[in-house]
């Protein structure tokens, strides 16, 4: 179709700037070629708009009054001030479960994982400067604050997908399911059983009871096929229907393992939880640039395009794990940990909340990662991660 | 977006529910009508809108970019209708409340005729599986079109240049002319 039929058309509508419209009307009066086109394309522009007017809502089907729907809707969001309420009440043990030894955890900590690092992007102009297989392994931590907005529209995501259902923006397949965590006697019989040096802290915090009770959790490993269909619809879901998903992506794989690891807890009126595990890792296809994957991720999370692009042009996107954080619920810093820089996470005191004000220590050496939480103020829990050996 | 509306986005922005309320009650209406012609039930087309505007209010249009607010309503209310469609139960759920419409149970004041109803029933079914061929964008520059946005709202909620809505709605027509013809010669 030619463009003038699209001048033409917007001339029926009187779509055009007032300039055009008048040299279109006097070229109109002199070209019977144009005109006789005009004709056409006013008839079926009826037409349709004939066909189409059925459409239309009449009569019962008109809209409620807008008073009305806005009740409904606040309704609606005064239910789902209190569903954040609950699921505030849940933050402290969320740390907790990013490393703990289930699969439903494991499966949705890497799901943010991956959603965040490796989901939206494959650059075609990437492609050929990353011929290779991308692995990712965790060797740093980056938190990036999270809008309370968008956490409760990734906790409502959440819900709607359901465990089962594994990852929203894709076909999953467990390559080897974990099983559960074995009850192991020492600290010996879980180096042994797990294959990696485990370590206790030395000096517990005041009220945090020893010995811990020792569990092993073995491997696990899954595949994620991205369906296209499926993330452009996540995108959707979260408020980001701006973010377009390359159709390059769909039915990439990516495969994730995460190792055997070992989990260590203490009783005691303030608790205490280790657990050390092997850097998770996961393989992207060829020609997935992380930074890039980063950067719409990061926006699907909620940061502005700019915030984005700076946030994933400074993070090693191929060592770092990002943990989201919602910024009213938990607060970070960097800190000095076990002699590498680790993070430490603190819940904020809620108002009316029966639930203690908990830390958690995040930090990597020698390939090991390690996630320290108890409700020990976080002196003590950083002299217990330091008494490690 | 006018003045007044920026100022109200950015009230809102700050956590100004008043200023909410007056967006929704300015936009409210042209969301559900939209979506109404996307879905073709009352009770599905009000669900979708207020999930419009729950997106909005959980993630509020940051202030210091430039919004058209409504062009971000309607490509939001476009997705989530498209969504529903895609959506194997709530097909069937559409499919059996317009059936249950077409009954005349819940209309009798405005189609008394049951005949009429029917007729008409089938007749949007017939439009709605023509759209249903097209291509995602065409189906939508129509329904927006029929529903009245400018060219330069299409443009915006469609992501393509204001200069092409001519020639992408000639397409878009023309398309729609030419299923429509196929299926009612077979």
């Given at each position: 179709m030619s463009r003038e039929d699209g001048l033409l058309r917007a001339y029926l509508d009187h779509e055009l700037p007032p300039g055009e419209h008048a040299a279109l009307d006097a070229h109109l009066a002199t070209c019977r070629v144009c005109q006789s086109r005009l004709e056409e394309l006013a008839a079926q522009a009826t037409l349709v708009g004939n066909r189409l007017a059925i459409l239309e809502p009449t009569g019962?089907?008109?809209?409620?009054?807008a008073r009305q729907a806005w009740a409904h809707l606040q309704h609606r969001v005064a239910a789902m001030r209190r569903a954040e309420f609950t699921w505030r009440e849940r933050l402290d043990t969320t740390m907790t479960k990013l490393?703990?030894?289930?699969w439903r955890p494991v499966l949705v900590g890497l799901a943010a994982l991956v959603l965040i690092v490796t989901l939206f992007s494959l650059e075609p102009v990437q492609v050929a400067a990353n011929q290779f297989l991308g692995v990712f392994r965790v060797r740093k931590f980056a938190v990036i604050s999270l809008d309370p907005a968008q956490v409760q529209r990734l906790r409502d995501l959440e819900a709607s997908v359901g465990?089962?259902?594994?990852?929203?923006?894709g076909e999953t397949k467990t390559l080897k399911e974990p099983g559960k965590p074995q009850m192991v006697a020492s600290v010996d019989e879980a180096r042994a059983y797990s294959g990696f040096p485990v370590r206790l802290p030395g000096l517990l915090p005041p009220g945090v009871d020893g010995p811990p009770v020792l569990r092993v959790q073995d491997a696990g490993a899954g595949q994620m096929t991205v369906d296209r269909a499926k993330a452009q619809a996540l995108l959707d879901a979260i408020g980001r229907s701006d973010l377009q998903i390359p159709?390059?992506?769909?039915g990439a794989t990516i495969e994730f393992t995460f190792p055997k690891s070992v989990i260590a807890d203490y009783s005691g009126p303030v608790g205490l939880h280790l657990i050390q595990v092997p850097g998770p890792s996961v393989n992207l296809p060829p020609g997935v640039d992380l930074a890039q994957l980063g950067e719409i991720g990061l926006q699907a999370v909620g940061m502005s395009r700019d915030e984005a692009r700076r946030m994933a042009g400074a993070?090693?996107?191929?060592?770092t794990l990002v943990i989201p954080l919602p910024s009213d619920m938990a607060s970070f810093q960097e800190v000095s940990v076990d002699g590498v820089t680790g993070i430490l996470i603190s819940t904020r005191p809620q108002a009316n909340r029966r639930s203690q004000v908990s830390h958690s220590l995040m930090w990597a050496k020698n390939g090991i990662v390690y996630n320290l939480t108890g409700r020990s103020d976080p002196a003590n829990l950083l002299a217990a991660a330091n008494s490690l050996k | 977006m006018t003045a007044s509306e920026a100022l109200l986005l950015q009230r809102f922005w700050q956590g100004d529910q008043a200023s909410f309320e007056a967006l929704f009650l300015t936009h409210y209406p042209r969301v559900y009508a939209i979506l109404f012609r996307l879905v073709g039930t009352r009770e599905e087309a009000e669900d979708l809108a207020q999930d419009v505007f729950v997106q909005l209010y959980r993630h509020p249009l940051h202030p210091s970019r430039e919004h058209n607010l409504a062009a971000w309503l309607y490509r939001v209310a476009m997705n989530l209708g498209y969504n529903a469609l895609r959506s194997e139960r709530r097909l069937a759920t559409r499919r059996a409340a317009l059936a249950g419409e077409s009954n005349a149970e819940a209309q009798p004041a405005s189609f008394p005729d049951p005949a009429a109803e029917t007729m008409r029933a089938e007749e949007r079914a017939q439009v709605q599986a023509v759209l249903s061929q097209l291509p995602p964008q065409q189906a939508q520059l129509l329904l927006l079109r029929q529903a009245g946005l400018s060219y330069r709202e299409l443009a915006e909620v469609l992501g393509?240049?204001?200069?092409?809505v001519g020639t992408l709605l000639a397409r878009a027509e023309r398309a729609f002319a030419a299923v429509w013809e196929k299926r009612s010669g077979t």
């Open positions: 019962a089907e008109v809209a409620p009054s490393f703990t030894g289930r465990a089962s259902q594994g990852f929203p923006f159709a390059a992506l769909d993070i090693d996107w191929h060592n | 393509v240049a204001p200069g092409s």
